[in-house]
């Protein structure tokens, strides 16, 4: 499944990528964390826009990429 990339958000300790699958189903979160770890999250869309701790502009974004 192809991914394109939506976000990419810079914290003081970490990376954060946003990625959509091309069938605008799924949302994989990359977390660039120190030591070379990297964790990687899958989410439906749905489940995604529903996440309390996510910043309006980032689903702003996400919204306007899955109308593409």
Known sequence: M???LVEVINHPKSVV???LSDDCS???EV???PEN???EY???TD???KRAGVPRSVKN???IAMSR
């Open 37 to 39: 770890r990297v964790k």
């Open 47 to 49: 489940d995604f826009f």
């Open 17 to 19: 990528e946003l990625y």
């Open 26 to 28: 799924q949302v994989t």
């Open 31 to 33: 977390k660039c964390l």
């Open 2 to 4: 192809k991914k394109r």
């Open 61 to 63: 974004k996400l919204a």
């Open 42 to 44: 899958c989410y439906t």
